[in-house]
């Protein structure tokens, strides 16, 4: 499980890391009105990332709680711990998911 999980994410951050390049310069606009429906043609494509990155950012919290609750009905004595290292991890899920919708709709 493990095993398909790392490979899950190096497939991730390869393919976040080679899309960065390919965005990086954009190509001219022979005139203003090209510029506009390019923008327009963008904007769709920006919710529905936007829209992804909001929905996996909620199951993803959902997981880390509902796991956080039955580790703590197990363990009642780990309770604190178990707690403070769900919020850092919801913490960091949030903020990846505001950097995610900033990449998406800031155009």
């Given at each position: 499980m493990i095993h398909a999980l790392r490979i899950i994410y190096m497939t991730c951050v390869v393919v976040l890391a080679t899309a960065i390049p390919a965005?990086?310069?954009e190509a001219p606009a022979a005139?203003?009105?090209a510029a506009v429906q390019e923008t327009t043609n963008a904007?769709?494509?920006?919710a529905i990332g936007a829209g992804i990155a909001i929905i996996g950012a909620g199951f993803g919290i959902g997981k880390i709680g509902a796991s956080a609750?039955?580790?703590?009905?197990r363990q009642p004595e780990a309770g604190g711990a178990i707690q403070t290292a769900m919020i850092i991890a919801a913490a960091l899920i949030e903020g990846a998911t505001f950097f995610a919708l900033i990449i998406c709709l800031g155009k």
């Open positions: 965005m990086a310069q005139d203003a009105e904007l769709p494509l920006g609750v039955e580790a703590i009905a």
